[in-house]
């Protein structure tokens, strides 16, 4: 009998995810998720984005509760969209997330790295709603120098995509950096909170050899770096591999141009010049590349109150 009652939940979940499939909304209670942080909604959060994006994309839809996850993969045409009162919150266990290698180069890439969500090659993919991911990174201590990303996860990470959107939500406590975009095009960040106050290197916002990017409306507020071409709730800087281009940025802070930064070599930094202050207008500034030729980098500046929390 208890056979019988398995197959027939089975069945009963597969019929009700494929409902959804079709109305392009993919809940991920559907695919098994529960409203429960100590039950583990990995595989099924996958399996809805799994589906969503082998469908041809859609928003996988993550309804009001608290749910508890490893490591998941954002998968081209995904829209994994947070409703009010939906918060993801990290394992505390460093098992529960997946190493993930990418054939992208770069300093920070030479070992596989672990993180909460995470895209690689995918295009047209945004987090957007009004919840919440807590990375819950306190729990995960310091172990070496360069341990980021490698025993403390990142929370969001995405290499070589386009086309990305992030929207609305808070983004808090993460085991490090909160935010890496590496080597992205057309990436937009718009209307979210950054809180990242509970262990090392948390960063807020860190976009690495990233093309065309608007970051507006961002309140942040970190411990480290909080924009690393990047924001450091009140402070910005531009790193790149490659050259960054058509970066905009509307901070609350000053703004620092790093335009000749080799992640190859972190002891020759370029000295970086501050190019305007929180109680200056907009600014439009003109760097030579090392190849000789230039790029344009628009920097928006607007007063923000600081009573947010």
């Not at 909080?226 to 009140?234: D, E, M, S, V, Y």
């Not at 202050?277 to 109150?305: F, H, Y």
Request: proline residues 5%; hydrophobic residues 35%; contains cysteine.
């Amino acid at each position: 009998m208890t056979k019988y009652r398995n197959l027939f939940a089975t069945f009963l979940l597969t019929f009700s995810a494929s409902l959804y499939a079709q109305n392009g909304v993919y809940n991920i209670c559907d695919f098994g998720a529960l409203n429960d942080t100590t039950y583990l909604s990995t595989t099924a959060i996958q399996k809805a984005i799994d589906r969503c994006s082998a469908d041809g994309g859609g928003i996988v839809r993550v309804p009001s509760g608290a749910y508890n996850t490893g490591s998941i993969v954002l998968r081209t045409g995904v829209d994994l969209h947070l409703d009010n009162g939906a918060t993801l919150y990290g394992s505390t266990d460093i098992k529960d997330y997946t190493p993930q290698t990418t054939d992208y180069i770069s300093l920070r890439t030479q070992t596989p790295t672990v993180q909460l969500i995470y895209a690689d090659k995918a295009s047209h993919v945004s987090i957007s709603g009004n919840g919440t991911i807590d990375g819950r990174g306190k729990v995960f201590p310091k172990l070496s120098l360069n341990d980021e990303g490698i025993t403390r996860p990142h929370l969001l990470r995405f290499i070589q995509c386009s086309d990305i959107c992030i929207s609305g939500i808070t983004l808090k406590n993460s085991g490090c950096w909160m935010q890496h975009y590496l080597a992205c095009d057309r990436v937009k960040i718009h209307d979210i909170t950054v809180i990242n106050r509970n262990n090392y290197n948390n960063d807020a916002l860190d976009l690495d050899g990233c093309h065309e990017v608007i970051v507006s409306d961002m309140i942040a507020d970190s411990d480290d770096d909080g924009t690393l071409a990047i924001i450091i709730a009140g402070s910005f800087f531009v790193a790149q591999k490659t050259q960054a281009q058509n970066l905009t940025i509307r901070p609350s802070g000053p703004i620092i141009i790093m335009p000749n930064y080799d992640p190859t070599d972190p002891f020759t930094w370029t000295r970086p010049t501050p190019q305007t202050k929180p109680d200056r207008g907009p600014q439009l500034k003109t760097l030579n590349n090392e190849d000789g030729g230039r790029k344009t980098v628009a920097l928006e500046s607007e007063l923000r109150p600081r009573n947010y929390m």
